[in-house]
Every structure is written in C-alpha cells, then in structure tokens.
C-alpha cells in the first residue's frame, strides 16, 4: 500500500521533530514501501525541504518530495509540452520551473503562488492581462490559503490573490495544492498508485484528510500538530486515528494481514 506523508505536524512542528517520527520515514524506505512526502510548502524548493528533514534525521531526496510547484511543473509538462508560461512566485520556486519555456508573449499558463509584500498593482495587472488574452491561458493556484498568521498579525496569502484574478478574468483556477483533488492526482500519478489502495497521513483534517478521502484514498489522521479532539465532531471520518505517525507499521501490518 503506497503512503503519502504531509510533513509539519507529522513529523515535525515548526523547528522541533516529533519523537521517534524519523524512525518511520526509515522503515517506509527499508521496507521498499512506495512513498511521497506531500507539503502546500511554495516558498522553499525541494532541495531546501531535504536538507530540513536530513537535521531531523530523515533520509530522503527531491524525487520523493510532491509539493504544488513540483505538482504544477508535472501538470505543464503533461497538458502544455513546450508551452511558455509566467510565473508569479518567489526566486527559490522559480529553480523548480527550470525546464519550462519563459515568456515573451503568450503564454498557456499563469502559475500563481505565495509573493507576499512582494506583490504590488502592476504585477497583478500584468498578470490579469495574460489572463485576458485571446487564447484565455490557464490559471494554476499554488494554494488557497485566505491569508495566515505572522508574527505581527495576520497577511494576506496567495487564495486572495488569485481569488482577485480569477474573478477579475472571469476563469476558474486549476488548484493544485492540498486538498484539492487535482493535488492529489499528481502524488499518484508520480507513484503509479490508485487511489483505493493509497493511503494519506496527516494531522490536518480538511487538507490532509477529508482531501484525500474525496480523491478516494485512505486517510489516516495523526493527534499530533495542529490536531483538535474537536477535529473528530465535523462530520470527517477518517479510516484510522493514530496518536502519533510513530504508530504507523503497526496499523500498517495489521491492514495488511
């Protein structure tokens, strides 16, 4: 049974790992069970998240990392081969489009993701005009997320901005972050897995949970990082609740005798 692995409040919080956590990233690999870390991570490239889960002694590399740049790059490739896109993301992102065609006119797609203060009137203008162009490019949404909480009060994420532009373009935004279904096809895609033989394990239980039991697969929720008791009274069943990751071959052996 492939396994997708969300990251922060699964086996680490912020900058502190949850105990015994890397012990289960190292029995999926010795165990030759077919995995993908998945995180909406859209500031930091992959090689940045390896060198994180090598200090919390996770041995991993960028092919087994899935986050909605990557998802979004696998998408081009598959609908837009040889299509110029425009990015609106950060310098690091931007490594992970390397082998797209910049432009210089039109384009097939106006990849969307998290700039921040970065953002001012005219690049969201010149954005919207891409969109408005005859052949009506589409627009890719690193995420939704409405905004989220800084050290000096909330900020705006990248859902308002692309909210702005797909309202402004009148088009409907391809998402491609958890938990949208379309995130989730591209993690089993990368694996050649299907759906009713995957599992999802998260602490989140809108994205992590009811996202990939709406895209078919089995969803194990963890009590760990940003988990609530009140989590298990919205009407979101998950397949199994497990206190930590850490109880992860257990349950998996027993699904499997």
């Avoid at 912020?14 to 190292?26: C, E, L, M, R, T």
């Avoid at 696998?74 to 950060?90: E, F, G, I, N």
């Avoid at 989220?148 to 972050?177: I, K, R």
């Amino acid at each position: 049974m492939p396994i997708l692995f969300d990251l922060d409040g699964v086996f680490y919080r912020g900058d502190q790992a949850i105990p015994g956590a890397a012990a289960v990233a190292d029995w999926a690999r010795s165990e030759g069970i077919a995995h993908l870390f998945v995180t909406n991570t859209t500031s930091r490239p992959r090689r940045s998240l390896v060198s994180k889960l090598a200090a919390f002694g996770i041995e991993t590399d960028e092919q087994h990392i899935l986050t909605p740049p990557v998802a979004a790059l696998q998408w081009c490739h598959q609908h837009l081969p040889d299509r110029a896109v425009a990015l609106y993301v950060t310098d690091d992102t931007r490594d992970e489009f390397a082998t797209l065609p910049r432009h210089d006119g039109p384009v097939g797609a106006v990849i969307v993701g998290d700039l921040a203060r970065a953002w001012t009137f005219d690049l969201l203008n010149d954005a919207f005009r891409l969109l408005m162009q005859p052949q009506r490019p589409q627009l890719l949404a690193l995420g939704m997320t409405r905004y989220w909480q800084t050290a000096d009060g909330l900020q705006l994420d990248v859902g308002a901005f692309v909210s702005a532009l797909a309202f402004a373009a009148d088009v409907e935004p391809l998402v491609l972050g958890k938990p949208a279904h379309a995130f989730y096809a591209a993690a089993l895609a990368r694996l050649g897995a299907d759906p009713g033989e995957t599992v999802m394990i998260g602490d989140d239980i809108h994205g992590d949970i009811a996202g990939a039991l709406d895209a078919g697969l089995h969803a194990v929720l963890v009590r760990t990082g940003k988990f609530r008791d009140s989590d298990l009274q919205i009407g979101i069943t998950p397949t199994a609740v497990l206190d930590s990751v850490c109880e992860l071959p257990q349950w998996y052996a027993a699904t499997r005798a």
